[in-house]
């Protein structure tokens, strides 16, 4: 059976399936269709559409034409639509159902938002139109900045970085620029072991040394071991918070005390701020630098169809260091600030990050969201983050192992292990098993300081009735792996594919189509 380094299983294992229903004669299985490749549907001998004969023309590629075939199938209009209808339907989204990852949360997007973003004065604009015709964005992206600046309690904000990932690039880069700026070179990022998993890969992109910060056992920093590591090398500390074992750091105003007494500055990764909006500011916690992902706590998709938004916040201290361009109130218009035009007020900014400022759609639809909430309307999205995921904590404690559920309330996430689960049977089992009961799997794996972990982020916007019908499907499963039902071990059976080897779809993906006929011909 092939490992993978963390020791689970990856290979399917064979069971009877005994208990199937038998195989159609079209491969259907009801209103889930079987769909071939766009290349098996079509003929390269016919097309949908009729066109009138090419005029015949020198080529002036020489030997370099193509006179024969590329193979592309020709298709009429209904073949294509019904082609690609199929393949949506085989797409989990959030429209269909709850969405239970954990590290990479999908929320309801309100349609109202994606109006909004579909305004003609918002979705035709272009980056290069003069700033005189497009004041209204202006002001839609400064006034989103300014709530953003509100809510977190920080001096100002970033706007353009595209992603979180992209965010905790922004916030290393201004770090990085103002210890330089003082002429303090500093080499190393300390990084706890709860903190996401793109954190320690930013540091390292940006030249830094990486060194973990183990945790206690109740799930959060070290912070006698933190405190100890902390010297004149260190840079920064980037910490997640709320962490990825789904709880609160309680001492993090003492953790920016020690870190900004040995010199360095604290970049808190803000990809679970949803749990906390409205309640807590992070720059009363002493935080320098922290990204924002739009996605997840102001409901704007991922990416949207393009880049998607990462702002980051930043504390007076590195405002000066900010990245360009960003947009400024000058009287009564606003001005999108580039190189050309920053002069001796923004002389320190270590740059820009893209071409253009950002994307206008996530913006807009940011923007809505906090307005169709307000002040009290935000504060309940924390409140029902937090609600939701430990109702889901509490009502499956009692059959998965939930490794710190004794470590107080989760905010965000509710964290469970494969403890207690059969000989044999592991989390993969029942993640592949949720597939059949309907739901997306939730994150498997992570964090890493949980063997077999389960984490699962229900998010504000679920109703209590789709959280028990979640619940009952993970309980079923659980139930059935610490009973040793077999069965499971060969789930999912009712999805359009059946479970893969993962080391092997991973390792050797084969993404290319070659015609049988063609091939044997070669040969």
């Known amino acids: 059976m092939s490992m993978l380094k963390e ?35 079509g003929s390269t001998d016919t097309t949908g559409v009729d066109f009138a004969a090419a005029p015949q023309v020198v080529s002036r590629l020489g030997s370099l034409a193509r006179t024969d075939s590329i193979g592309l199938p020709g298709l009429s209009e209904q073949e294509t639509v019904r082609h690609y209808t199929r393949l949506s339907r085989q797409n989990y989204a959030i429209d269909l159902g709850l969405f239970p990852l954990g590290s990479c949360t999908m929320k309801h997007n309100p349609r109202l938002n ?44 970033a706007m353009s970085p595209k992603a979180g990932a992209h965010g905790e690039l922004c916030g290393l880069l201004a770090i990085r620029a103002a210890l330089e700026a003082r002429g303090d070179a500093r080499s190393v990022v300390l990084v706890p ?81 949803n749990a906390i909006v409205g309640r807590v500011r992070p720059g009363d916690l002493g935080v320098d630098a922290m990204h924002i992902n739009l996605h997840k706590t102001f409901s704007t998709p991922h990416g949207g169809g393009g880049p998607g938004s990462g702002p980051v916040v930043l504390s007076e201290a590195l405002t000066p260091f900010a990245p360009l361009p960003f947009v400024e109130k000058q009287g009564d218009s606003f001005a999108l600030v580039e190189e050309e035009t920053a002069e001796d007020h923004h002389a320190q900014t270590f740059g820009r990050m893209v071409a253009f400022h ?23 999205v924390a409140n029902d983050a937090v609600l939701n995921a430990n109702y889901i904590l509490r009502s499956l404690d009692d059959v998965l192992d939930a490794p710190f559920g004794g470590s107080g309330p989760c905010m965000h996430e509710a964290l469970f292990s494969d403890k207690g689960l059969a000989e044999g049977f592991t989390t993969l089992d029942i993640a592949k ?89 070669a040969e």
């Open 114 to 157: 994606e109006k909004v973003a579909r305004m003609p004065g918002f979705a035709d604009i272009h980056p290069l139109q003069p700033q005189s015709t497009v004041q209204g964005a202006l002001a839609v992206i400064h006034e989103l900045a300014a709530w953003l600046v509100t809510l977190t309690g920080m001096h100002s904000v």
């Open 7 to 41: 020791g689970r299983p990856t290979t399917p294992v064979p069971v009877k399936e005994a208990h199937m229903a038998p195989q159609t004669a079209t491969g259907n299985r009801a209103l889930m269709l079987e769909e071939a490749l766009i290349f098996e549907i």
């Open 358 to 380: 950002g994307q206008m759609g996530m913006f807009t639809r940011a923007l809505t969201y906090i307005l169709s909430h307000g002040a009290d309307g935000l504060r309940q």
């Open 193 to 273: 072991e709860s903190a996401h998993g793109t954190n320690p890969a930013t540091a390292a992109f940006c030249g830094y040394k990486v060194e973990d910060i183990p945790a206690t056992a109740e799930g959060r920093v070290d912070l006698e071991a933190l405190k100890a590591r902390l010297g004149p090398d260190v840079a920064a500390v980037m910490i997640t918070n709320p962490n990825t074992c789904g709880l609160f750091e309680r001492d993090m105003k003492t953790i920016s005390d020690a870190v900004h007494a040995a010199g360095a500055f604290v970049y808190c990764d803000g990809a679970n701020f």
């Open 433 to 521: 098993g949720l597939i059949d009961e309907g739901f997306h799997p939730m994150t498997m794996y992570f964090p890493l300081v949980v063997h077999g972990a389960m984490l699962v982020e229900p998010t504000e916007t679920e109703s209590k009735a789709a959280l028990d019908q979640f619940i009952l499907a993970l309980r079923s499963l659980a139930e059935r792996a610490k009973a040793g039902d077999e069965a499971l071990k060969g789930a999912p059976y009712h999805a359009p594919r059946r479970r893969l080897d993962e080391t092997l779809a991973a390792r050797k993906p084969i993404l290319t189509w070659t015609d049988s006929a063609l091939a044997i011909a």
